[in-house]
């Protein structure tokens, strides 16, 4: 399974940015899609996740309200779409591809990753 993300820019506190994860190869159907952030100095935190069969979706605390995942099941692409954006929300964000959808993920659950797109959020 390969993955591309793309969509991260720079946006002021508030704005929105919309992210997209195209998925290729030998895609799943029974996976699960998921985003996870990683800002300068920390661990990388799970953001968000979507069950590719039934759309089931999970959310960290910190991003619910603000943040919507959906997926195009015919283009195999997983759209986030961040809302109310703040500073905190400064990260580069991965897409990765797992195999279960629990409350929280962590990146051992996760079998593929793509390559990290920047998003920062100025005050």
């Known amino acids: 399974v390969q993955l591309q993300a793309s969509g991260g820019g720079s946006v002021q506190a508030g704005g929105s940015l919309r992210l997209s994860c195209a998925a290729s190869?030998?895609?799943?159907?029974?996976?699960?899609m998921g985003w996870f952030r990683q800002a300068p100095g920390k661990e990388r935190e799970f953001v968000t996740a979507?069950?590719?069969?039934?759309?089931?979706?999970t959310y960290t605390d910190s991003v619910k309200g603000r943040f919507t995942i959906s997926r195009d099941n015919a283009k195999n692409t997983v759209t986030l779409q961040m809302n109310s954006l703040k500073p905190e929300d400064t990260a580069v964000y991965y897409c990765?591809?797992?195999?279960?959808?629990?409350?929280?993920?962590?990146?051992?659950?996760?079998?593929?990753w793509g390559k990290g797109t920047q998003v920062t959020v100025s005050s």
């Open positions: 990765a591809s797992g195999g279960r959808l629990a409350k929280t993920l962590y990146e051992y659950d996760m079998n593929y």
């Open positions: 190869g030998r895609t799943l159907r029974s996976s699960v």
């Open positions: 979507i069950n590719w069969s039934d759309g089931t979706t």
